[in-house]
């Protein structure tokens, strides 16, 4: 073939770039749909919070959050167990035996979360025994609701391994309109306590889930139950124990100063600090929405050139949303603090313009830390947070006594700086490493 007909055959690049184009928009929707699935669910958890506060007396309000902070913790494990390595391994290792490996996910939900569910139960229990009615009447609710809850979560997480979140979005929006609604039933009969909105939240998780169930497809050959099972009982546990402690030194790096605040700055300042971070939450929870999307698709590039390619402009978008997120905060921050308080905190809210480089810090510790799950490391992910909550006690802590809300938002900045530097060390060291899935 002679140069100039190579040269003239060349609609290749143009028929790439129209892919290209495709894949982009195609990204953007879904990437839109995985942050509208986040702040929905969000939505849902604030939202029955309100209501739990506005209807129900301090004593019962007071039980359903310690309740409800036990459920949490308990989520934090079974999401390090089992939704966390679900993205990863359902988009790597077991891709092609997908089906099989969602069952056996499945399983090891309803096991845990019934173990989970007895333990709970036996100490609400005993709490009655020891008559701490209200407390343990909670306990008794929450064993009973959590496993449907969690089930949610799992399922959920299960829409970004197909990369549907679509269907993720869509069971988060049927969760909060069953919340809202019940309890809005529940307070005009009269009828709402600890007891139903658990109830209620078990309800709306097991309906929205079996909506995202019969919607959502899971391909794969045949394989052995029992084969895979133990596989993947192995694998989850390799992987969730470094995660179970990551979540709990993350919790130290995030909520410390919320208990040592009023040692020496009394409850205003914790409340302060709180509704000042709050104003951060939407572009954090963006951060990791998209986190849960881009795992899958670092996993199938990893091993590869794309694979940098791809953190290094991740890092720039979420850096450049972020500054604009930060020079927002800033340069509105008396109006903003303003509306959403109506009045309060409003002497302490020029400290917008620090908190509001915690986006950009968590940006960047939110794309170094999706690239390490990809490379399922979350070993090297838990010993940068010993790091980070390491920093948060020594630093943190002590500016926190000297500064108040000031010192714990340079706390914050710090424990993340620190979290990056360590993980983006090891990520440099570990890229290299591995092979590309076959």
């Known amino acids: 073939m002679l140069p100039s007909e190579t040269t003239a055959a060349a609609p290749v690049p143009r028929l790439w770039r129209g892919e290209s184009l495709a894949l982009t928009i195609r990204w953007a929707f879904n990437a839109g749909y995985a942050v509208l699935d986040q702040l929905l669910f969000a939505l849902s958890n604030f939202a029955i919070n309100v209501v739990m506060a506005r209807w129900l007396t301090p004593q019962d309000y007071a039980a359903f959050t310690l309740a409800y902070t036990i459920f949490l913790i308990l989520g934090t494990v079974h999401t390090a167990l089992l939704a966390d390595p679900l993205v990863v391994f359902g988009a790597g290792k077991y891709k092609d035996h997908l089906n099989h490996y969602h069952r056996s996910v499945l399983r090891a939900h309803w096991q845990l979360a019934g173990a989970a569910s007895l333990l709970l139960g036996a100490c609400g229990v005993a709490l009655l025994a020891l008559n701490q009615r209200e407390i343990g009447l909670a306990l008794l609710a929450v064993a009973v609701a959590s496993p449907f809850i969690l089930l949610l979560w799992l399922m959920r997480r299960s829409c970004y391994v197909r990369v549907e979140p ?68 192995t694998d989850h546990w390799a992987y969730g124990r470094w995660a179970i402690g990551t979540g709990l030194l993350g919790a130290v790096m995030l909520q410390l100063y919320y208990f040592v605040m009023p040692a020496w700055h009394m409850l205003e300042g914790t409340a302060t600090l709180k509704a000042l ?31 940098g390619g791809l953190i290094r402009t991740l890092f720039t978008l979420y850096s450049i949303a972020a500054l604009g997120y930060w020079a927002l905060l800033g340069i509105f921050h008396g109006p903003l603090v303003r509306a959403m308080y109506g009045g309060r905190y409003e002497s302490e809210s020029s400290l917008l313009w620090g908190l509001g480089l915690l986006p950009l810090a968590a940006a960047g510790v939110s794309v170094v830390e999706s690239a390490l799950r990809a490379l399922a490391r979350s070993d090297a992910i838990f010993r940068a947070y010993v790091f980070a909550a390491a920093a948060t006690i020594a630093i943190g802590v002590p500016l926190t006594f000297a500064w108040g809300v000031g010192g714990a938002i340079a706390g914050l900045l710090i424990a993340h700086a620190v979290a990056m530097l360590f993980i983006a060390s090891a990520l440099r060291r570990l890229a290299g490493e591995v092979a590309p899935e076959q």
């Open 277 to 307: 971070t709050n104003c951060a939450m939407p572009a954090l929870q963006s951060y990791w929405a998209l986190s849960v999307l881009m795992v899958p698709k670092l996993v199938r590039v990893r091993g590869t050139p794309a694979f």
């Open 166 to 233: 679509h269907l993720a979005a869509a069971g988060s929006l049927a969760y909060l309109v069953i919340l809202v609604a019940g309890a809005y039933m529940l307070y005009r009969g009269n009828l709402l306590s600890v007891a139903a909105a658990f109830a209620l939240m078990a309800i709306g998780g097991a309906a929205a889930a079996l909506l995202i169930r019969v919607t959502l497809s899971f391909p794969g050959s045949d394989t052995n139950r029992s084969s895979i099972d133990r596989e993947v009982a």
